[in-house]
């Protein structure tokens, strides 16, 4: 592949002539040849993008007979076998159309083979020299996408920038509104709002996508190890706080993560992704977790984890998680000084947490503000019954989160708003004539009996905690009422 820069020539479009910043060429051997009832012949890639008839795009393999392109009819295709030299303008201006050999093409100059092209360019950066990348997402993984999220998470040099449609100072809500009215959501999140988008099932549905997508802001500060600390929300007085984390070993392919969540509105106020050791991390979550507020610390506990898990435990971290506690997670100490803290992902526990998140995206409940995070809720698809991430994408931040959602939100055993919604809907469920307070004892309101000596929400016990004076202990032996 050869490239060759342009400053000087333009090249025709619908809107006239225009200015395009290069050539590339490449050899192939795969082309296809499009023949017209006009008369017009083209020979192109597979991927190659030509305009329609109604101004939608299709790709030269997806055309069939009579198709219409632009106001000519396609009348013959043929797959060619042998090598050809492929020319590519980079970059036309005014909409990235351009005539070829009459049809109408849009601008889709990938590079093929980029990530050993890019395995050869690299080493010559170490010279002194210096590398500008620029394109639209083109789908999940391969070595754009890797590069990418390293940027972002501060594991590369590059400087990640995101220039989105309106970013451009003539672009309106009237051009947007026409230049996609033929496009559908995938296409106009990857060509006009720099999303990168999978070929899968996704986790979330479009409608969750684009709850997430509004509320995407850039952080107040980025700070920390590699910068991969993004704060959006300092920590308020008197506010109660849980930072939930991912932990991986440092120096491999994934991440270790952690967030900073806000008890009472569910909303992130910090998020880290970055390669660290796990016992680095301990000192990064102590760190956060006594700024805000003396947080509760609930790292997942597998693997690489349990380092993290037993560190801030030997550290005397006042409030660590303990999956075997029943009561209030903010004032548990636990009776066996071996017992470790942190979160175990199962199977069962996974899909538990998971669906805990996708419930709370959908209802509106989580607040959240991150790109990175919703750059891998892209490539989170369902392979089968799982979830999981796509080929060179992550599930990090995912997972993290989803540990700390399903802690605030009312899954376990010490969530306020949770108690009170479960309490208001066992109380509009009482029907009937005959009330509860009817049945011997008088069972006060609507709310069955639970041991009182456990505190919270938890699936073994629905009803609001109670003082213990407060509870009547029925007399059993009395069936008489039964016979009424």
Known sequence: MSYVANTRYQIMTPSGWQYFSGIKKSTREDLIQIETASG????????????????????????????????DIVRKISNLREIYDVFDPINVEGGHLYYANGLISKNCAFIRDFDEIWTSLYPTLSTGGSAILL??????????????????????????????????????????TKETRNLSKRQIAQEFLCDFISSGDTFLQPTEFDKLRS?????????????????????EPERKYVISSDVARGDSGDYSTFHVIDYQTCEVCVEFMGKIPP???????????????????????????????TKLRDMGYPRLYYQSNRGDAFDYRPTNAEEIPGFSTQTKTRAQILAKLEEAIRNGVLKTYSQRLFDQLQAFVWNGSKAQASKDAHDDLIISLAIGTWLVSGENSHSEQGMSMAYAMLKATAVGNRGLDSLPGGINDVRPISNHHIQGFTPQNVGKPRRPEDVKHASVTDFSWLYK
């Open 135 to 176: 394109s639209t997402p083109n789908g999940v993984g391969g070595q754009y996408y890797k590069l990418w999220t390293e940027a972002e998470s501060g594991a590369n040099d590059f400087n990640a920038i995101r220039l989105p449609w309106d970013v451009h100072p003539e672009h309106n809500e009237e051009w947007f």
């Open 279 to 309: 016992d680095k991390l301990a000192d990064v979550l102590f760190e956060y977790g006594k700024s805000y507020n003396d947080a509760l610390i609930c790292p997942e506990q597998n693997t690489f984890g349990y380092f993290t898990c």
């Open 215 to 235: 509320m995407i802001s850039p952080p107040l500060q980025k700070e920390g190890p590699q910068h991969g600390v993004w704060v959006w929300k300092k920590p």
């Open 40 to 71: 017009k012949s083209i020979k192109v890639t597979p991927e190659h993008k030509l305009i329609k008839e109604n101004g939608s795009v299709v790709y030269a393999k997806d055309l069939i007979a009579d198709d219409d392109i632009a106001g």
